[in-house]
């Protein structure tokens, strides 16, 4: 295997784990070219919508300086420390940082409100080692959708832009990257991606709004983009909008979007579709992302085997890859 190739199949690798130890295999990951982690949370806190109280009581800020000054020591550069820190959803940082405003306080906000909250949470967290979020949600949810319930920013696609934009104004200011999720919109999705597969039904003129908003998004700068986990079916019937050539081309080529493309997580159901995370991430790379979420228990070792293969058998073109794990070096030392 090229150590060229093998070093960037470990680039385009985002591993997440739901505590604050680099274990063995998160380790040599950054040290065999990884340079991107992701602080999770526990299955129980994601649906919680809350870190748990143990986690709250014992968690501090020197713990957060302590991992990313680690994970920076073993990779050896700049590296991507992410943290789900949502308006309205998730907010992995809990009490070492200044709260986001709630959904019932957003609606009485002004822009320049949302900004300043959101920039002085960002500060914070950029002094704890944090300088990637993995937010704002920007899904216009107008029907069932349990996966996103108690996380999204309301049912108007034009106050959904204005808080989103204010936030990821905020946020990018004090030096951490904002990531736009989860596109093109799922403004329907009746199963949780993550243990089933999900659908978003509708025509392109449905969707077309919740679109307009990453347009808006895209506009005012933001670094990042998620695609969603569930098949957008007027786009692409058959494959999930994180593994799609046809959604992101869509916000590549139609919408412009030049920065960072970070897939959702390659372990839910809806995104694998009964394949292999492994082979999940090479067709995550082919249809255009950069960044690969996964589980730190994944078998990073065996993703990367996989993608190099792929590589080498033609599956995956060579430049594909090697501009993918560009785009995330470039990434980190931006932010660095």
């Known amino acids: 295997m090229s150590s060229d190739l093998v070093k960037a199949a470990y680039a385009v690798l985002l591993p997440a784990f739901g505590g604050l130890q680099l274990d063995d295999a998160v380790s040599r990951f950054l040290e065999r070219g990884g340079v991107s982690i992701l602080l999770g949370e526990t299955r129980d806190e994601y649906l919680a919508r809350a870190m748990s109280a143990e986690r709250q009581a014992t968690e501090t800020a020197e713990h957060f300086h302590t991992i990313a000054q680690r994970a920076k020591q073993l990779a050896s550069a700049p590296v991507l420390i992410a943290v789900?820190?949502?308006?309205?959803?998730?907010?992995?940082?809990?009490?070492?940082?200044?709260?986001?405003?709630?959904?019932?306080q957003l609606g009485g906000l002004s822009a320049d409100d949302i900004e300043h909250r959101a920039f002085e949470t960002a500060k914070a967290a950029r002094s704890l080692g944090v300088n990637l979020f993995l937010a704002p949600i920007v899904d216009v949810v107008t029907g069932a959708n349990p996966w996103l319930e108690g996380r999204t920013l309301g049912t108007d696609p034009d106050e959904v832009a204005r808080i989103a934009r204010a936030f990821v104004a905020g946020v990018q200011r004090a030096g951490v990257i904002a990531t736009a999720k989860h596109f093109p919109g799922h403004h329907i999705t009746e199963s949780d991606p993550a243990i089933a597969e999900a659908h978003v039904p509708g025509s392109l003129e449905v969707l077309q709004e919740n679109i307009d908003v990453f347009k808006t998004l895209i506009a005012a700068n933001v670094q990042a983009i998620m695609p969603g986990p569930a098949v957008v079916t007027a786009i692409d019937p058959n494959q999930s909008a994180s593994t799609s050539p046809a959604v992101i081309s869509m916000l590549r080529d139609a919408?412009?979007?030049s920065g960072l493309i970070i897939s959702d997580d390659l372990d839910a159901v809806s995104i694998s579709r009964g394949n292999?995370?492994?082979a999940t991430a090479v067709a995550s790379l082919a249809a255009g992302a950069h960044l690969l979420l996964l589980s730190s228990e994944a078998g990073l070792d065996e993703v990367v085997r996989t993608i190099v293969a792929a590589v080498e058998t033609g599956e995956l073109h060579a430049d594909v890859l090697l501009?993918?794990?560009?785009?995330?070096?470039?990434?980190?030392?931006?932010v660095a």
């Open 276 to 278: 292999s995370v492994a």
């Open 323 to 334: 501009a993918a794990a560009q785009k995330v070096r470039d990434t980190a030392n931006a």
């Open 84 to 104: 789900d820190q949502e308006l309205a959803g998730i907010q992995r940082l809990h009490r070492l940082v200044p709260a986001l405003p709630t959904a019932s």
């Open 255 to 257: 919408l412009g979007f």
